[in-house]
């Protein structure tokens, strides 16, 4: 998201294609910076009878038991006299030249779209506001996908089909690449749409020399750092550190180590340490791990909170003394690549630890500005964490040398810059191409 906050800043005028919306946890800068604005989420076919109507009863369902899904869904995110005002202007301009009837039964049909979209998108204003951006003319120069996931690789492929011309670059993270899938037909087409890219980004250095070798690419791939706004991420020194306070945020998914984080509190609780541990997410693992916390008797030790917004997020930061993540490769190849939550604790001061994997080298230097445990080794993670919290010089002097690496080549405003200096040279070079083509063809 940072980086599309970054090229609206550059001037550009974006539009983001989505196929999900979820209300329930958004970031606060989404609204903020008028996000929502840009968005375009997939329009589904006519629906059947059942689906229509499984629809309409789950609506009633929520609207009537909830008070707080009716607060929500009649929310407006957009001035409500303008949005009105761009709706009705569309209406005129479909309805413009039909007689009453034929007009009469379009007005009846674009009500009920909205409504039916509203029960999907869960709030009446976002639907409105679909109409309006769906009415624009909207031809881009340049179009971006950030991820290669099964529901990205489709609606590129829809893009490219529709804007044939129109230069288009991806970037390569981790699970979208590294997972073993098993739908081959995805995989082929992914690896097309990367092929064939006028530019190919990744988020780590680690990924460029992994994925150099196994993918055939027009040209070379170039590193721009998934990044994170440092002026939000620093650290509040009025805020009073809580003693030993252990800080992890992540989703709770198998790649982010989390089991092994509690079979390493078990084992500093075993010898005496005192310690606190926060796990701030929301995942599959959730009740799992709340069962193993339980078993190891460490209810009184470790919590499961969250999933906060960033600035809640933020606040967690400053009162914990470390922040921990041990990620670890999972057993289907999925892994994780310079987490932006260790990229954020680091930014605030605080001394990190995580696990010795996928280039995080890149990121943490040992016993420099944090400290790297050996990946799926408890013992050695809670050793480090047992550092972290009694060398309070060592933290202080690593928080201090953590900030700096996030400033030197992970903040905003670096990558931010990187990016937009990508897709200007990008565009110049197809102008010059299209000026080519036309000065040869007046020859």
């Known amino acids: 998201m940072e980086e599309i906050l970054s090229l609206k800043r550059y001037g550009h005028d974006i539009r983001i294609f989505s196929k999900w919306c979820d209300l329930s946890n958004m970031n606060d800068k989404v609204l903020e910076h008028d996000l929502l604005g ?4 997939d329009e589904e076919g006519k629906l059947l009878i059942r689906q229509y109507f499984d629809r309409v009863k789950g609506f009633l369902w929520k609207w009537l038991s909830s008070r707080q899904y009716r607060k929500s869904f009649a929310h407006d995110f957009f001035p409500a006299r303008r949005l009105k005002s761009e709706v009705q202007a569309v209406l005129r301009q479909q309805l413009a030249g039909l007689g009453w009837r034929a007009a009469l039964a379009l007005r009846a049909e674009i009500f009920q779209k909205i409504w039916l979209e509203a029960m999907k998108l869960n709030n009446l204003s976002l639907a409105r506001q679909q109409v309006v951006i769906r009415s624009q003319k909207f031809h881009p120069e ?16 829809q893009l490219i089909k529709e804007f044939p011309d129109v230069p288009y670059t991806v970037t390569l993270r981790s699970r979208d690449v590294y997972l073993n899938s098993t739908n081959q037909r995805y995989v082929q087409l992914r690896d097309r749409l990367i092929r064939r890219a006028t530019q190919v980004f990744t988020i780590s250095n680690y990924n ?13 791939m170039q590193v721009i750092h998934s990044s994170i706004d440092t002026d939000l991420f620093t650290a509040d020194l009025t805020v009073e550190k809580k003693p030993n306070q252990l800080l992890s945020i992540a989703r709770l998914v198998p790649k982010k180590g989390l089991e092994l984080l509690i079979d390493a509190c078990a084992i500093m609780h075993a010898a005496g340490q005192d310690f606190h541990l926060s796990i701030v997410g929301e995942g599959v693992l ?8 339980k078993q190891l008797g460490l209810h009184e030790k470790v919590e499961i909170i969250g999933p906060f917004r960033q600035r809640k997020i933020k606040e967690l930061l400053d009162m914990a003394e470390v922040f921990v993540l041990p990620c670890v490769v ?11 939550s260790v990229k954020e604790a680091m930014a605030m001061n605080l001394v990190v630890v995580t696990s010795d994997i996928s280039g995080i080298e890149e990121l943490v230097k040992d016993g420099i500005n944090g400290l790297l445990a050996q990946p799926n080794d408890a013992q050695d993670l809670a050793e480090k964490m047992m550092r972290a919290m009694s060398d309070k010089e060592f933290a202080k002097q690593a928080g201090v040398a953590a900030r700096a690496r996030i400033l030197e080549e992970f903040s905003i405003a670096s ?13 110049a070079s197809r102008h010059k191409g299209l000026a080519s083509s036309g000065q040869a063809a007046q020859a």
């Open 142 to 157: 340049h179009m971006h996908c950030p991820f290669l996931f099964f529901v990205d690789t489709r609606k590129l492929k």
């Open 38 to 41: 840009c968005v375009i989420y």
């Open 286 to 293: 959730k009740l799992p791990l709340l069962e193993k916390i």
């Open 330 to 340: 999972a057993p289907d190849g999925d892994r994780d690549m310079l987490p932006n």
């Open 415 to 427: 990558e931010g810059s990187k990016f937009n200096s990508a897709l200007l040279r990008i565009n």
């Open 208 to 220: 460029k020399r992994e994925l150099s070798v196994r993918l055939d690419l027009r040209g070379e």
